[in-house]
């Protein structure tokens, strides 16, 4: 993305409410660095709602000073600036990656989490990577001593997607009782999606004491991507009760918009059955489901597009497809200005159907060709999200 269309971007975050924007990775490259900036200078200094709400903006760096030199030049013109620093703490990585001991990473983590501090730095997030095969008694141990650095928030990734929920949650709650100093920090979840786990051991780690939930907005990230925003923030809309009243700050009416703009400025499609914000979410082809729609909207939806920001052609949500039935068919009818039944309804409903099986979506300007009865051989169109 360019510069201007990430500002665009940490506007449209500001917007939607979220506490903490990762703007990005300033040691990587100048531009990047001057990206950060450049948000920390106008996101990160004004309020997008009337509740005065201004988030955090962060940087990430590696555990060496000139990483979050780096970091530091970027985020400090942030009214709430943040350096989030990490290092690698499972076998794997430190053996292979690092080629560092324990003794040395823990050290790195120590006196890095040290030196972010002294440059003046408020707000310190510890990223320990790879947590989630980390060996517990030294994750613990590298963990209290970034607390004891001064560390504020202490990040725990599922690096690779490895971890399944119970175990995740598991991990959250036992670093909450054996890390010491952590009931004095925020517990923050990264969850990867690559066994498609993400969003349910985010929230399996909210429920066991997690308190910052690291999300991106259509799931996307490395790889298979990671936690959706979306899917994380809706769970908890709707139960949210059940999780030990649970709740989160973002105004999800601004969701839709957000999902698109990242979506056209990515070029990353959103496939048609995601939850919440793909094209099918909520729409309705079969007649069962239909029916049900048409009597009462909470038969088949659990949530309403306007909750998100989407506001559907038809107040139904119907798409008319050769799983529609009568009822679907007479109310889409009705709505373009038009009452059928008995016999008549009847024959045009056979017509429908003959379209249907050549075509995925009927269209308006499909059905009064229908009503007008100059259906003959139709032209097949594929609907493409």
């Known amino acids: 993305m360019t510069p201007k269309q990430k500002l665009a971007i940490a506007h449209q975050l500001e917007r939607l409410g979220v506490d903490i924007i990762e703007a990005g990775f300033p040691a990587s490259n100048k531009a990047d660095l001057e990206t950060v900036k450049l948000i920390a200078q106008e996101v990160g200094n004004s309020a997008a709602s009337d509740d005065g709400h201004i988030p955090v903006i962060s940087g990430l760096a590696r555990c060496n000073k000139n990483d979050i030199d780096k970091a530091w030049e970027a985020v400090k013109y942030a009214k709430y600036p943040r350096i989030h620093t990490c290092i690698a703490t499972s076998e794997i990585h430190m053996k292979h990656k690092l080629k560092m001991s324990k003794e040395q990473v823990i050290e790195k983590a120590r006196t890095m989490v ?77 969850c990867h999606n690559d066994l498609g786990l993400a969003v349910a ?18 799931g996307i990230g490395e ?28 105004d999800t009416k601004h969701i839709a918009m957000t999902s698109k703009m990242v979506e056209d400025y990515t070029g990353m499609r959103v496939q048609p059955h995601k ?11 079969s007649g069962i489901h239909q029916d049900g ?5 909470s038969t088949y939806e659990i949530m309403s597009p306007e909750d998100i920001g989407i506001h559907r052609f038809n107040e139904a949500g119907l798409t008319l497809g050769k799983l529609s039935g009568r009822h679907a068919l007479k109310a889409k009818l009705f709505e373009l200005g038009y009452n059928f039944d008995g016999n008549e309804l009847n024959q045009l409903f056979l017509r429908f159907k003959s379209l249907a099986e050549m075509k995925k979506i009927i269209t308006d300007e499909n059905l009064i060709t229908l009503v007008s009865h100059k259906v003959s051989e139709p032209q097949i169109e594929y609907y493409q999200a």
């Open 114 to 190: 040290a030196y972010a501090r002294s440059l003046g730095c408020k707000d310190v997030q510890f990223g320990a990577e790879d947590a989630g095969r980390s060996e517990r008694e030294f994750l613990y141990e590298v963990l209290g001593e970034a607390i004891k650095a001064r560390a504020t928030t202490l990040c725990i990734p599922d690096t690779v997607g490895y971890n399944w929920p119970r175990e995740f949650g598991q991990l959250i709650a036992d670093i909450k009782s054996n890390t010491h100093g952590a009931t004095n920090v925020v517990i923050s979840t990264h």
């Open 201 to 218: 051991n985010t929230l399996e780690g909210a429920f066991s004491g997690a308190r910052q939930l690291e999300v991106t907005i259509n």
């Open 223 to 250: 790889r298979a991507g990671n936690a959706s925003l979306e899917e994380v923030v809706m769970t908890l809309k709707c139960k949210g009760e059940l999780l030990g009243g649970l709740y989160t700050g973002v």
């Open 275 to 285: 939850p919440i914000v793909g094209a099918n979410a909520f729409s309705h082809e």
């Open 293 to 297: 729609i048409l009597k009462n909207k």
